[in-house]
């Protein structure tokens, strides 16, 4: 099983600012690495997919980088929506799909 | 539009059972691989098990072998998940989420339904 480790675990941002989360397979998973948005309540939703590739109607603010075993997500400027919790998952080596902890970018 | 509704969540207790449904519309459900994913009360995702577009299911996840079954109607556009043997720590939000591509990606999910067990 991939285990997939994401850091931090809580980011502190102020709106407008930069946010970068990382996330990291403890093998290869090439590039096949999707990131997700979870709001309180809601059902994740995608955002992106092949490490890099948004997602129909995600934000250019959004954008991912990475292969092999660490990948970054990046939000250039956040806006008051963007305060979420975000997973990475991999879906490379399956059964079983493996996620990240998390990471829950709050208001600074 | 994609839409995904899952249904038959509730109150069990342990030991008990119960069949997930989620509904599926807005797409051909019949050519997309679905998985079930769970999210325990303030913690991750958990993905459970999947099932192919013709019926045949994947290895499930440990936590689950045995206790769940995943299965598909493609007629009544319908993904099942029957859990049995449930224990406290099966209380979750279970998602029915569509598989898209060659990889297992899941790009859209359903609102979840809540499973509790407790005596």
């Known amino acids: 099983e991939i285990v997939m480790t994401q850091s931090p675990a809580t980011l502190s941002v102020s709106p407008g600012e930069r946010a970068t989360l990382s996330c990291r397979a403890s093998r290869s998973v090439s590039n096949k690495l999707a990131w997700y948005q979870q709001k309180p309540g809601q059902a994740p939703r995608l955002l992106i997919f092949g490490a890099s590739t948004r997602a129909t109607g995600i934000p250019d603010r959004f954008s991912g980088s990475g292969s092999g075993t660490q990948f970054t997500l990046t939000i250039s400027s956040l806006q008051s929506e963007d305060f979420a919790v975000y997973y990475c998952q991999q879906y490379n080596n399956w059964p079983p799909l493996t996620f990240g902890g998390g990471t829950k970018v709050e208001i600074k | 539009e994609v839409h995904l509704l899952e249904s038959g969540g509730g109150l069990v207790q342990p030991g008990g059972s119960l069949r997930l449904s989620c509904a599926a519309s807005g797409f051909t459900f019949s050519s997309y691989d679905m998985s079930w994913v769970r999210q325990a009360p303030g913690k991750g995702l958990e993905w459970i098990s999947g099932?192919?577009?013709?019926?045949?299911?994947?290895d499930s996840a440990a936590s689950v072998k045995g206790r769940f079954t995943i299965s598909r109607d493609n007629a009544r556009n319908t993904l099942y998940l029957q859990i049995n043997s449930l224990r406290a720590d099966d209380t979750a939000v279970y998602y029915c989420?569509?598989?898209?591509?060659?990889?297992?990606?899941?790009?859209?999910w359903g609102q979840g339904t809540l499973v509790t067990v407790s005596s």
């Open positions: 099932i192919r577009v013709g019926g045949v299911s994947m």
């Open positions: 989420a569509r598989v898209e591509g060659s990889g297992w990606l899941n790009d859209y």
